[in-house]
T-cell receptor, first 113, second 113 residues
Framework: AQSVTQLGSHVSVSEGALVLLRCNYS??????LFWYVQYPNQGLQLLLK??????LVKGINGFEAEFKKSETSFHLTKPSAHMSDAAEYFC???????????FGTGTKLQVIP | NAGVTQTPKFRVLKTGQSMTLLCAQD?????MYWYRQDPGMGLRLIHY???????AKGEVPDGYNVSRLKKQNFLLGLESAAPSQTSVYFC????????????FGPGTRLTVL
């Protein structure tokens, strides 16, 4: 079985501050890990994903995430928040098979001017 | 490419009515999925399909049926709508590769009165 836990359903940061969104996963096999972003009234869009190889993954819009197997974590970061980053972010895990993806409950990011 | 499209975008039903949500993808993807999104619960898998003519149950299949008669289309049916089915429904598709990404449609907002 696989699962994802996102710590904090709401996160507020000031514009220009560091963004850190936390994600911990559970998987019985080596996982594939994803971060998706959802803007209001839109579908989910892939930010980045980890499959194999380099544990630091860079995505779109300046986001990156680091896969830490020992901590079973895949936290999302961005050095400097922008107003346009305000959205809901979902961490997800997949373990193969038909590639069923399990999503976390989401973290809403608020960026304060 | 249009990607993944969903119709309708909005719908209001009365309890007991039926309806069909249509998902179409033009990327020749093998796998297609239906999710529902509810506040604080992330995305939950309703049904999925690993190819034309095949469907399978996800986490929350009760009250829904699906069909995949053509590779590019995945239909989600509600035979007798209930207020508990008020939700936002997302369709997604992906190719067969283990590391391939799911692409999401824009969603259908359904209200059951």
């Amino acid at each position: 079985a696989q699962s994802v836990t996102q710590l904090g359903s709401h996160v507020s940061v000031s514009e220009g501050a560091l963004v850190l969104l936390r994600c911990n996963y559970s998987s019985s096999v080596p996982p594939y890990l994803f971060w998706y972003v959802q803007y209001p009234n839109q579908g989910l869009q892939l930010l980045l994903k980890y499959t194999t190889g380099a544990t630091l993954v860079k995505g779109i819009n300046g986001f990156e995430a680091e896969f830490k197997k020992s901590e079973t974590s895949f936290h999302l970061t961005k050095p400097s928040a922008h107003m346009s980053d305000a959205a809901e972010y979902f961490c997800a895990v997949s373990s193969g098979g038909y590639q069923k993806v399990t999503f976390g409950t989401g973290t809403k990011l608020q960026v304060i001017p | 490419n249009a990607g993944v499209t969903q119709t309708p975008k909005f719908r209001v039903l009365k309890t007991g009515q039926s309806m069909t949500l249509l998902c179409a993808q033009d990327m020749n993807h093998e796998y297609m999925y239906w999710y529902r999104q509810d506040p604080g619960m992330g995305l939950r898998l309703i049904h999925y399909s690993v190819g034309e003519g095949t469907t399978a149950k996800g986490e929350v299949p009760d009250g829904y049926n699906v069909s995949r008669l053509k590779k590019q289309n995945f239909l989600l049916g509600l035979e007798s709508a209930a207020p508990s089915q008020t939700s936002v429904y997302f369709c997604a598709s992906k190719d067969r590769g283990v590391t391939d990404t799911q692409y999401f449609g824009p969603g259908t907002r359904l209200t059951v009165l």
